[in-house]
C-alpha cells in the first residue's frame, strides 16, 4: 500500500515555517540583546525560533504518515470550555478566585466524556488551593480569596 501524505500537518508545517521566517526577516536589524537585557529584537526572534521547531515538527510529521482524520466537534466541549472562562471571569469579583477557580475546573472537566465529579472535585480543589497561593501570597495580586460575606 503507498504511504499516503498527511495534507493538514504537512501544509500547516510550511505554514509556520514561512511566518517564522518572514519574522526572522522582518525583525533583522533589531537588536538581539541579552536574556538579562533583552532588546527589541530578542522576544520576536525567540518566538520566531519556537514557531519554527513547530513547523518544522508539523513538516516532518506530514510527510512520515498517514492522514488520520479528524474527530468529530464534541458540543460538549464547545460548550463547557467557554462557559468554564465566562464563569471564572463573572465569580472572580464577586466569589473569590477560590470558589472561581473550584467552578471553572468543575465545568472544564464537564467537556470531556470521562468527567467524573469526584475526581473533578478533588483536582478544583487542589487548583484553587495552588491559585490562591501562587496569585495571591506569593504574587501578591489584589485577588479576593472569598467572598466579603467571609470577610
Known amino acids: 500500500m503507498p504511504k499516503r501524505i498527511d495534507w493538514p500537518d504537512l501544509l500547516l ?44 515538527f508539523f ?9 488520520l482524520g ?5 458540543l460538549r466541549s464547545l460548550i463547557a470550555i467557554p462557559l468554564a472562562v465566562a464563569l471564572f471571569s463573572l465569580l472572580v469579583e464577586f466569589a473569590g478566585l477560590a470558589i ?3 467552578v471553572t475546573i468543575i465545568v ?3 467537556a470531556t466524556h470521562e468527567f467524573r465529579a469526584r475526581e473533578a472535585v478533588i483536582f478544583g480543589v487542589a487548583i484553587a488551593a495552588l491559585s490562591v497561593l501562587l496569585f ?8 479576593p480569596i472569598w467572598p466579603d460575606v467571609f470577610g
Not at 479528524?70 to 464534541?74: F, G, K
Open 13 to 56: 508545517g510550511l505554514f509556520l515555517l514561512l511566518v517564522a521566517t518572514l519574522t526572522l526577516v522582518a525583525t533583522r536589524k533589531l537588536g538581539i540583546g541579552t536574556a538579562a537585557n533583552m532588546g527589541p529584537g530578542y522576544m520576536p526572534r525567540v518566538i520566531a525560533i519556537a514557531v519554527m521547531l513547530f513547523g518544522a
Open 59 to 67: 513538516t516532518g510529521r506530514g510527510l512520515l504518515r498517514s492522514h
Open 70 to 74: 479528524i474527530a468529530r466537534v464534541q
Open 100 to 102: 472561581a477557580s473550584l
Open 108 to 110: 472544564a472537566a464537564y
Open 136 to 143: 495571591v501570597q506569593v504574587l501578591s495580586l489584589p485577588l
